[in-house]
Structure formats: C-alpha cells, structure tokens
DNA sequence: ATAAAAATAGTAATGATTCCTATTTTTTAG
DNA sequence: CTAAAAAATAGGAATCATTACTATTTTTAT
C-alpha cells in the first residue's frame, strides 16, 4: 500500500549498483555512496536495498558467505563464487530450469522456483596459484 | 593436526541429529541435547556442528533463512524449503550434477560444485491453504 | 503554501555465531 | 595406576550483519 516517494538517496544507490559487475555488499553500497552523499546512514543503504530487491528492481544475493550481495541485473542468470578471494562472478550458461521438473517428479508440494549457485576456483586464483 | 578427543557432548550431538530428518539448527540441537545434559553450553554446541561438518561427519544447510541447519546425512541430495512454514525438506530426485558441465562450458576457472536448494509450498501448508 | 505521508540520520537493539578463559575431561606414557 | 599434556567444556563476553526506533527532514498532493 505505502506509496512509494522519491529518495535521491534511493536513486544514488540504483545508480551505484548499476555501475558494478562485482555484486557488492551493503556495507561496500555505504562506503561508495558516501563519497556523493558523506551523511547517508547504513540504514538507510540496508532500507533502500531491501525495498529495492522487494520490488523486484534489484536481486538480494546469498551465497553462503554469511553476508547479503545485491545485483543490479535481475534477469535470471547465476553465479559462480571463488573459495580463494570470494568474489561473486557472473555465469553465462545455458538455462538449467530443467531442473524444476526434476525436483517436483516425486514431490507432493508445490515447487515455486530454485537457489542456485556454483563454486571453486576463479581464473585469476588459479593463475596466482601457479606463479607460487 | 590437533588430535582429536572423545567427548559425551559430541556424541550426544551426533546421536540426536541421527534421530531427525528436519535438518534442525544449533539452536534446536542445544533445546533437545539439554533435555539429557542440562549443562552443556551453547558454544559447545555450536563448536561440535562446526567440527562435524568440518570433518564431513555432517553437513551444514544454508538455505537463506539466516540460519544454519544441520543434517545428519551427508549423501549427495537436495532440499525444499516451504516459504510459508519453512521446513526443510528432503527430496527425492534424479542426479542434476550434469549442471556442473553446463556452467563450466564458458567459464575461464575452475568449478568444483554446487549448491542448490528449491523452494515453494509443501504439501501440508498447501493443503491448509485449501481449508481457508 | 501547507499538511499528510514517507524517508532519513543517527543510534540502539537484535540475533546468530564466535571468542575467551578458568576448569574439567580425556589420553598418553612412565 | 598415576601424572602430565592436550583437548574440550561451561559460561559469559564479544562480534558482526542487519533491523528497529525516533525525532527531524523531504516529498508530494491538495
């Protein structure tokens, strides 16, 4: 119901997201806000981004790292984390919604959707790890 | 390299997620453990699932509830959550590992696994629903 | 221009988990 | 069997990400 109003903070968040292919982190959000807007607060980078990603205009992301990543880019796509450096990186790959019917064949409830997420090496890790 | 030493509390802990199929949390596995040792801690217990999973005698659940849970079988499966109860359930269905090919395909790293889960409604929380 | 609704800044609170330390348990060796 | 070393425990404090609270400011509809 809450009719939503302009938030220049709002916006600058967006903006900022949209610049980066890296999923950052909401802490990552304030840091780099603040060098626009020094007096924005945490929460209101935790507040915009929750209702962000509620509205569907940007993606909450849980890879297991105990800590929420936001993505700018909401159409389906998934992610590939590093065990070594931790970052977050795009996987561009065929669709695996297969994997619904899979899951549902022997299932009595309904099955909305899937959390998916791959990990292991990245290319620049596994180039640092040959030099040493 | 630190050796490892028997522990009651351990194997109590061990012991009581045997019992479950619902992949209970730590907090849970503290409330039931108590029931036969009053004053085991819960950092103790916290530290056995961590050790456990450490050493691959359980695994540990993150299906993006914010919460870890705990799950006694460590076979190759995937779980269901029900957005509306929460539970986590065991599902019973084909291999997809094929999925490691496919988002390996364009991918300059290196891809060691997964991590997947599938959510919607399960069949009790459906079947409510119905009634109301 | 003004009043209602929504958003903010700043800070306190929460909740899951980890860390710390004095004490207890387990294990190894004599 | 006993004693010392190593590991584990209980209990509580600390951490860290996130959410909640509230007085003030901003937005927006009239």
Excluded: W
């Amino acid at each position: 119901m809450a009719a939503l109003k302009y938030s220049r903070q709002r916006e600058m968040i967006k903006d900022f997201l949209m610049t980066r292919k890296d999923h950052p982190t909401a802490d990552i959000v304030y840091m780099n806000v603040r060098k626009q807007n020094p007096n924005i607060s945490l929460g209101t980078v935790y507040r915009n981004l929750t209702l962000l990603a509620d509205i569907g205009e940007i993606a909450r992301l849980r890879v297991g790292d105990g800590v929420d990543h936001f993505d700018a880019d909401t159409s389906p796509h998934y992610h590939f984390v590093c065990t070594e450096c931790g970052s977050v990186i795009d996987l561009e790959m065929d669709s695996i919604e297969g994997i619904l019917e899979i899951a549902g064949a022997h299932f009595d409830g309904h099955i909305a959707g899937h959390v998916t997420h791959f990990y292991g090496i990245c290319g620049n890790c596994a180039k640092l790890k040959q030099l040493s």
